[in-house]
């Protein structure tokens, strides 16, 4: 039987001690997902209420796992060879359950915490934090991260490994259920990691070549020339003189809709006089990175997928990473 875990902070209220909560919710694997969205139909159970330290304490992250490891124990301590547990089903029968951590829902905040990485890091494999357009042109795979690579090096004398490979030097009290990686649990968060982290890393890579072309003006006048139109997003002001804050994801899921149709006049000059074969070879290479971008992003909001739009899903992420090389 495979367990689901959700959680994520609360804020409670702003005049008394306890402004924040995490709720920890469970929830077994074998139900529907119709039945999971409907909250009547009581799918998921609170476990527990995680009350937040106040600001300034220290070793907080530490205090949370102590905490989710208290609540989770029975999980922790289940013998993978003996009988299990006896549980009721809801067909009234008592059956032998071997109850597995296997996935936890949240958000990216709730990821890096989880799997106690500093924040902005990927919390699946040990790609350098901050680097743009997502894994590197020379290296397409970056290794995964490895829990029990990280408990080896806690054994050691010297912390100063765990630091630079952005984890936290104490022991996730998920490292220890059976079965259990805490860096495979999760699914991928499309505001954060898509677009927040990798279309707004796009934008970056994006202006940085136009820059170098000569063409960021003529980009600027197309970018804020969006008719409005109740199905576009109207954007007043160039996406570098926005403070970073402003863009949230409403605003560039409407931006994301209109990106191709932008930079395609400008990017498709192979006919101009003075175009060398090169520049319009990096030109064709940069519309196909933000082309596929565009596809992925716009696919990935699709609330159910088929055999046919996981392969484009598929095919636009290997276009983007293949043709981000121009630059």
């Known amino acids: 039987m495979l367990v689901i875990c959700a959680c994520d902070q609360t804020h409670l209220t702003n005049y008394s001690g306890a402004q924040h909560v995490w709720p920890l919710y469970l929830m077994i694997s074998n139900i529907r997902k119709d039945i999971c969205w409907t909250p009547k139909k009581c799918a998921w159970i609170l476990d527990g209420l995680i009350p937040c330290p106040p600001e300034g304490a220290k070793n907080t992250e530490e205090a949370w796992h102590s905490a989710v490891g208290t609540v989770l124990s ?59 357009m997502g894994h590197s042109t020379f290296r397409p795979l970056y290794n995964p991260r490895d829990q029990h690579v990280y408990l080896e090096l806690l054994d050691e004398t010297s912390i100063d490994v765990p630091y ?14 059976p079965l259990c990686n805490v860096y495979r649990v999760w699914q991928p968060y499309e505001l954060h990691q898509l677009l927040l982290g990798l279309v707004k890393d796009l934008l970056h890579w994006l202006l940085k070549y136009l820059r170098a072309r000569n063409f960021k003006n003529q980009f600027d006048n197309r970018f804020t020339s969006v008719p409005r ?12 003189s926005m403070q970073s804050g402003s863009w949230q994801g409403n605003e560039i899921r409407g931006m994301i809709s209109t990106l191709g ?67």
């Open 164 to 177: 630079t490979l952005v984890v936290c030097p104490f022991r996730d009290q998920l490292w220890q259920y």
């Open 74 to 132: 029975p999980l922790w301590n289940l013998d993978m060879t003996g009988p299990g547990l006896n549980w009721v089903c809801a067909d009234g029968f008592q059956r032998q359950c071997y109850p597995l951590l296997a996935a936890w829902v949240g958000d990216f905040p709730a990821q890096i915490l989880v799997g106690e990485v500093s924040y902005g890091s990927c919390p699946r494999c040990n790609i350098p934090k901050g680097a743009l």
């Open 229 to 240: 139109y109740p199905a576009l997003q109207h954007i007043s002001k160039p996406f570098d």
């Open 261 to 327: 149709v932008n930079c395609a006049p400008i990017l498709d000059c192979s006919q101009d006089a003075g175009i060398t074969a090169a520049e319009t070879a990096s030109d064709k290479m940069v519309m196909g990175a933000v082309q596929a971008l565009c596809e992925f992003s716009l696919l990935v909001s699709k609330q159910n997928h088929s055999d046919i739009s996981l392969a484009a899903l598929n095919n636009a992420l290997k276009r983007s990473y293949k043709m981000k090389g121009a630059i």
